[in-house]
T-cell receptor
């Protein structure tokens, strides 16, 4: 079964501290993995995708197939990073169906 | 960039009535759109895949006669909640897949807040 697990509902850190939002997945093939972000009162938007290996707003995520993880990291959190973060996978590129994790609220305190 | 709109942004209706929610891709054509439901502080649950010119594909447990989906054009999909009840109150979000982007990226609408009294 396809599943995405984000074990933390809330992660609270101080400004300037490192951040790691955990994501584990369950999928038998080779999934495409994504991180989406939803700022307060805004729509969901793509943050980054594993296939492009990019860094957006200082965030990076590395796909670890051995551990079936795709953790999101940032070395120095900023207050404007406070938002809801969703890890998601697409199991079959033909359908494009996104399977979302439960989401983690990141709270960056001043 | 690619923009997806939803209308209305919020709707309040009486129990037993039907409500239609529109999802439009404003500057690109979308053969595939998706409808999600989001409960407060919870994840997005995929309800169905809307395919232009053909029947929608529903996820397990989603009643197709309850949630009617029509994808009549390449820029518009509608979700009709029929005979709505209080338990249908939720935040409904659509997304549209832009095949013109490098990774067939999905773009999300702002969501529609449905409250059934």
């Amino acid at each position: 079964a396809q599943r995405v697990t984000q074990p933390e509902k809330l992660l609270s850190v101080f400004k300037g501290a490192p951040v790691e939002l955990k994501c584990n997945y369950s999928y038998s093939g080779s999934p495409e993995l994504f991180w989406y972000v939803q700022y307060s009162r805004q729509r969901l938007q793509l943050l980054l995708r594993h296939i492009s290996r990019e860094s957006i707003k200082g965030f990076t995520a590395d796909l670890n197939k051995g551990e079936t993880s795709f953790h999101l990291k940032k070395p120095f959190a900023q207050e404007e990073d406070s938002a809801m973060y969703y890890c998601a996978l697409i199991g079959s590129s033909n359908t494009g169906k996104l399977i979302f994790g439960q989401g983690t609220t990141l709270q960056v305190k001043p | 960039g690619a923009v997806v709109s939803q209308h209305p942004s919020r709707v309040i209706c009486k129990s037993g009535t039907s409500v239609k929610i529109e999802c439009r891709s404003l500057d690109f054509q979308a053969t595939t759109m998706f409808w999600y439901r989001q409960f407060p502080k919870q994840s997005l649950m995929l309800m169905a895949t809307s395919n232009e010119g053909s029947k929608a594909t529903y996820e397990q447990g989603v009643e197709k006669d309850k949630f009617l989906i029509n994808h009549a054009s390449l820029t518009l999909s509608t979700l009709t909640v029929t005979s709505a009840h209080p338990e249908d109150s939720s935040f409904y979000i659509c997304s549209a897949r832009n095949l013109g982007t490098a990774y067939n990226e999905q773009f999300f609408g702002p969501g529609t807040r449905l409250t059934v009294l």
